[in-house]
């Protein structure tokens, strides 16, 4: 890896809040902030390539998350805690209040199989990642 001393931040609108997007591209991991407005959620999802854990910062959230027997258990979320996400497990966070998240996660690659969303959107791909705001028009 080159040593660099310049930021990296890619804002992304969402129709829940935004991310940003705070590692350089490429890398071997993800770092995102996740801004999720008061009342809104994420889609209802896996990830078939992709291993994550989310930490809420500040605010008040409820995690959907698939159990070992595959039932969605609903879990509200402590401030400062991590919840490991693994490959191919449902999940979706849904915001009591605003509710700002951090991120870790390899690499965004392969397909977020959207199973359920409130906007409609369908399976977000490789291809799709590529397009501005990932093909998502606010």
């Known amino acids: 890896m080159r040593y660099s001393t310049t930021p ?12 940003v997007i705070f590692t350089p591209e490429n890398g071997d991991h993800v770092g995102k902030l996740l801004f999720v407005n008061a009342g809104k959620r994420l889609s209802l999802q896996y990830h078939d ?11 008040r959230a409820v995690l959907w998350i698939e159990n070992a027997e595959g039932t969605i258990e609903n879990i509200s979320m402590l401030v400062g ?4 996400i ?4 449902k999940h979706r966070i849904e915001a009591v209040d605003d509710a700002m998240f951090v991120e870790c996660s390899d690499p965004e690659k ?3 199989v959207r199973l359920e969303d409130d906007y409609h959107r ?8 590529t397009q501005p705001q990932r093909g998502w028009a606010s």
């Open 8 to 19: 990296h931040h890619k804002k992304i609108i969402k129709p829940w809040g935004y991310e």
């Open 49 to 59: 390539e992709k291993e994550e854990t989310l930490c809420l910062v500040s605010g």
């Open 81 to 84: 805690e991590g919840y490991a």
């Open 86 to 89: 693994a490959r191919m497990q």
């Open 110 to 112: 392969g397909n977020t």
């Open 122 to 129: 369908g399976t977000e791909t490789d291809e799709i990642r």
